[in-house]
């Protein structure tokens, strides 16, 4: 049974991501309410309540947002950290000690034939982390919410069917923005965001022949337009030998609209 995904919202305004493999359905992050939640995966036509469980990446709000509500509601188990498990908890309302699993740094689980691998990024959270995903031969990577792309991830993610990768600004438009300084260097510095510059030069390193398809994810509202973050990776990949819109294609991401459901 082969893996398919979707990135049912993508952005400071909230980020959720559905990946599955038969009766397996994960939802990693919950950063919506729960109505927005049910409705992105209603545009999938997935049903809540079929789903296996949450993976949590990190705690800040735009990720968890709805994600106690989520799991009261269809009575799912949430993985993630001991750190971020400390962070979120009292955000989260009422669960049960059933509910509550660990999901440890650099380690690897197994649900439903998926082998789930967690890597560390820097972004200024308790203890942050994000996933691969493999399943028989086939491999697809979730990484945003990351400062700088370190030679540790990039080996990770590596040999990629597909990547959700980080995209959020546009250096000179956050520059001459309306952000107060401070914002801004949180966003341009180690434990911030990753650049549309910084993201193409990254991909330069990872792409190799299995890559199918990237998606640019977490485009700031305020800092980026999706045309400028697929031009500004487009270009630097293009220089550098690889055929986008042949071998390798670029999708955008949405606040607010599932990506359709793709088959690795």
């Not at 549309?196 to 792409?207: G, H, K, P, Q």
């Not at 071998?247 to 990506?259: G, K, N």
Request: some cysteine; aromatic content about 8%; glycine content about 6%.
């Amino acid at each position: 049974m082969t893996m398919q995904f979707s990135v049912l919202a993508s952005g400071s305004t909230g980020n959720a991501f559905y990946i599955e493999s038969g009766e397996e359905k994960i939802l990693v992050d919950a950063g919506l309410s729960g109505k927005k939640i049910e409705g992105l995966l209603e545009q999938i036509q997935v049903n809540p309540s079929d789903l296996s469980r949450i993976l949590v990446t990190h705690e800040h709000s735009d990720h968890i947002k709805g994600l106690g509500i989520m799991a009261r509601r269809y009575n799912l188990p949430i993985y993630a950290n001991e750190k971020t498990w400390n962070a979120m908890e009292s955000h989260l309302g009422k669960l049960s000690l059933d509910q509550k699993f660990h999901f440890n740094m650099e380690e690897t689980q197994n649900f439903g034939g998926i082998d789930v691998e967690s890597f560390a990024v820097s972004h200024d959270a308790a203890d942050p982390m994000f996933y691969t995903f493999c399943k028989d031969g086939k491999k697809v990577s979730l990484v945003t919410d990351l400062g700088y792309v370190s030679e540790r991830i990039k080996k990770t993610v590596e040999a990629s069917d597909a990547l959700v990768f980080e995209s959020n600004h546009d250096v000179s438009m956050l520059r001459m923005g309306r952000y107060p300084w401070n914002i801004k260097r949180r966003i341009l510095g180690d434990s911030g965001h990753v650049s549309n510059e910084d993201c193409a030069l990254a991909l330069t390193d990872i792409l190799d022949d299995c890559t199918k398809r990237v998606y640019l994810a977490h485009l700031s509202l305020d800092n980026n337009m999706k045309d400028l973050a697929r031009m500004s990776v487009k270009n630097v990949l293009e220089e550098r030998g690889f055929e986008i819109g042949r071998r390798i294609e670029l999708h955008d991401t949405d606040p607010v609209t599932a990506t359709p459901l793709y088959k690795v």
